[in-house]
């Protein structure tokens, strides 16, 4: 008899382990960073390089061609560099691929970084994901389900943490910000704009501007332009 689906204690057990634990948060640490930072990568080809979100939707897309270069070399490399390797290149590769993509002039860069960014992250995933299955022999799923929430959290926690982080870390390019060129005046109306309850104003009525301001403009204005500015409140700025 398989007994009861479901025992909570299993998952006491699972996190009671100092290697379980390890491997979860290395799992959901795994998901932030790589994962965390792709809703911004769209923006970031589409501001500062001018590409449609087509192309970048096909750059970003060579993602899948590192996950597919991983399915040739992982038999290959596995007895050379072993696990601890695969997780060690896996993590400098995926780190490095984001912090040069923040470096480049020029949008042919990201072919090669993304395909990077693919190898990089199976290489470090793999390990991962083929060590969750042996976290609890005798109840797999649900290891499996505990490794699988991790990544999810984790890729959900990321993507907020760089919503905060993005912006101030780019402040010189500024390439995820949408802003109105403003002054120090035209911020204090705005700011009294914002206050006004938003009645009757639909969605559809939002919209916001691109042009990257300079000049005064630049310093006048600290990225605080970030948010979307109902026409209601245009004519007070």
Known sequence: HPGPLFKPGNYLTLTARPASRLLLLATAAEGAVTTGAFPFLA???????????????????????????????????????????????????????LVLATLL????????????????????????????????????????ASFAFMLFLGQSVGALVFALVVPASFQPRMPFCQIRPATANMLNQFDACRRRPY???????????????????????????????????????
């Not at 970048?56 to 560099?81: D, H, I, K, N």
């Not at 691109?210 to 007070?236: E, F, H, K, Q």
């Open 43 to 97: 923006p970031f080809l589409h501001q500062d390089f001018g590409l449609s979100y087509g192309a970048a939707g096909a750059l970003l897309g060579l993602f899948g061609v590192g996950a597919f270069l991983y399915t040739r070399v992982a038999t290959p490399l596995l007895p050379r560099m072993g696990e601890p390797g695969f997780i060690l290149v896996g993590g400098v590769m995926i780190v490095l691929s």
């Open 105 to 144: 002039r020029g949008w042919i860069g990201f072919i090669a970084l993304e395909t990077v960014l693919g190898l990089g992250y199976y290489l470090l995933h793999g390990v991962l994901q083929a060590r969750a299955t042996e976290l609890l022999p005798h109840a797999r799923s649900t290891a499996m």
């Open 199 to 237: 009645a009757g104003i639909s969605f559809s009525a939002l919209s916001h501007t691109t042009r990257t301001p300079t000049g005064s403009d630049a310093s006048a204005l600290n990225c605080i332009g970030c948010v979307t500015v109902p026409r209601s409140c245009r004519s007070a700025t």
